[in-house]
């Protein structure tokens, strides 16, 4: 009896032992999770280590321009008035009679120093058309600067200092690696204020505004008025945007504003050393997105790619690509649309040999082509090799559109150039699919289901062929002054 007591005590004191570790782990989960709530609620770390170290490599931006215009009011005398020969002399002697005085206008902006030599990253509207670059430095020294490129397409200018001693500066980061929700610190000269630090967090990555190599990352750290071309940095003190726009009613910061992305700017900064100028890639083809309705016209799996409307003299052409193939792979990495397509060409080496996969008729091609330089090619106007159109003067109302083939009289009549073969459209149903997408009187298609059309009866075929290979829509290549663009269009409406 006494040995079962004690081993019944025994049990019963390994139970209030396990009773207490249960409460005592419970106690410190409790005091855990209560201290991350408090940390999470906390103030963060203040950013003056951050500022201190790289405010000094931050400079403001001072241009001055000379223009034309008038100094002082114009005012207005009648004609036999006592006081007409006192203002006629006033104006000669002020205005040197009817020519306006010249003046000397200024702007402000932001910039950084990124070498201890005297390069410095500003953008290119702050510094266009100035007549003097004046750089002001944290420490209050000025310098006079001089531009060594610019980069209109992504507003980047690249300027140069002389200095005695080296400079304070600052490097670019990997703008790839910032996230959504990331906190980045802006520093400028807004509102010619002097320097000023705002901070806030990476709002949205990969903004597109209006420019074809556009990356912008969005923020909602206070940019104003005079922040143009100044730094956006991240918590490592690195450069990851050069602050360019707002979106604002007002004029004033409303917590939208655009950096444009590192990655972008640094290999723009790369070439204007090196060359003084930007040295694109060029591919050579006009090209357009596929879409959901356009890849069921090509018995395409997915709505992704390249559609290549117009292959003009280049690169391409040279290779053999064709009008219709949809670009899915360039140099080794898939393409998406066309936006990706522009900056994957335009970041690669002028010269360079790519493998360019294409979908052309459902078969999967691989060409090699070799790339020219984009600046080149937009100072020329490529040639067109297309021939003649056939006389035909039949007309027929087909999938909402009256067409018929191009004739002299059309062509004066609707300012189509001689070198333009195909249908032309003399009228458009405004209650079709085809009106909808934008088709209108005076646009001749040239393709249809990706072969060339110059008769009604070629067209009939080729809808009939899309018809037996149970496709849903035809696609046509439509060209409106010269510039080409494939539309799909259902054959329902046929």
Avoid: C
Wanted: aromatic residues 6%; glycine residues 10%; without cysteine.
């Amino acid at each position: 009896m006494q040995s079962q007591a004690v081993t019944r005590a025994g049990i019963q004191d390994q139970r209030d032992e396990t009773r207490s570790r249960l409460l005592w782990l419970s106690a410190l989960a409790f005091v855990f999770l209560f201290a991350q709530a408090m940390m999470a609620f906390a103030k963060p770390e203040s950013l003056a280590p951050l500022a201190e170290k790289i405010s000094p490599s931050v400079v403001n931006i001072t241009t001055s321009t000379v223009v034309e215009g008038r100094t002082g009011p114009q005012g207005i005398v009648p004609e036999g008035s006592p006081f007409e020969d006192f203002f006629r002399d006033f104006r000669e002697r002020n205005n040197e009679g009817d020519r306006p005085r010249p003046r000397r206008s200024s702007a402000l902006g932001s910039g950084f120093v990124i070498s201890a030599d005297g390069f410095v990253v500003t953008n290119n509207h702050v510094i266009d058309g100035a007549d003097e670059i004046l750089i002001e430095f944290f420490s209050g020294d000025e310098l006079p600067a001089e531009v060594i490129g610019t980069d209109p397409n992504t507003d980047i200018a690249l300027l140069k200092v002389t200095s005695e001693t080296p400079l304070p500066f600052v490097s670019f980061g990997d703008s790839d690696t910032a996230r959504v929700g990331d906190w980045v610190m802006a520093m400028g000269n807004p509102l010619g204020q002097g320097f000023s630090v705002s901070a806030g967090i990476v709002s949205a990555r990969n903004r597109a505004l209006s420019g074809t190599y556009d990356d912008y990352i969005q923020t909602d750290a206070a940019i104003n008025r005079g922040n143009s071309g100044g730094p956006l940095f991240n918590m490592d003190g690195e450069v990851i945007g050069v602050n360019t726009a707002i979106l604002s009613p007002n004029g004033g910061s409303i917590g939208i504003g655009f950096s444009m992305a590192s990655n972008v700017v640094m290999r723009v900064v790369e070439q204007l050393q090196e060359y003084g100028e930007t040295r694109r890639g060029w591919l050579g083809v006009r090209i357009q997105d596929v879409t959901e309705d356009v890849a069921e016209a090509m018995g395409l799996e997915t709505a992704a790619g390249a559609l290549i409307t117009d292959v003009p003299d280049g690169p391409a052409k040279s290779a053999g690509l064709l009008s219709g193939d949809v670009i899915t792979g360039f140099d080794g990495v898939d393409v998406a649309d066309t936006r990706a397509l522009v900056r994957q060409v335009g970041n690669t080496t002028v010269g360079k040999t790519v493998d360019v996969v294409v979908n052309r008729e459902g078969e999967t091609k691989t060409l090699a082509v070799t790339l020219g330089r984009r600046e080149d090619a937009e100072r020329a106007e490529a040639p067109s090799d297309e021939g003649e159109a056939a006389p035909d003067v039949v007309e027929k109302d087909i999938l909402g559109l009256t067409l018929g083939v191009l004739t002299p009289e059309k062509r004066e009549e609707l300012n189509i150039p001689d070198d333009v073969e195909g249908l032309v459209v003399s009228a458009v149903d405004e209650t079709s699919e085809a009106f909808e997408k934008g088709l209108r009187l005076g646009d001749v298609i040239t393709e249809a289901g990706q072969q060339k059309v110059a008769s009604l009866a070629q067209l009939e075929e080729r809808i009939d062929e899309a018809r037996d290979a149970g496709r849903k829509s035809l696609l046509l290549l439509v060209r409106r002054a010269g510039e080409p663009r494939f539309v799909a269009l259902s054959l329902e409406e046929g």
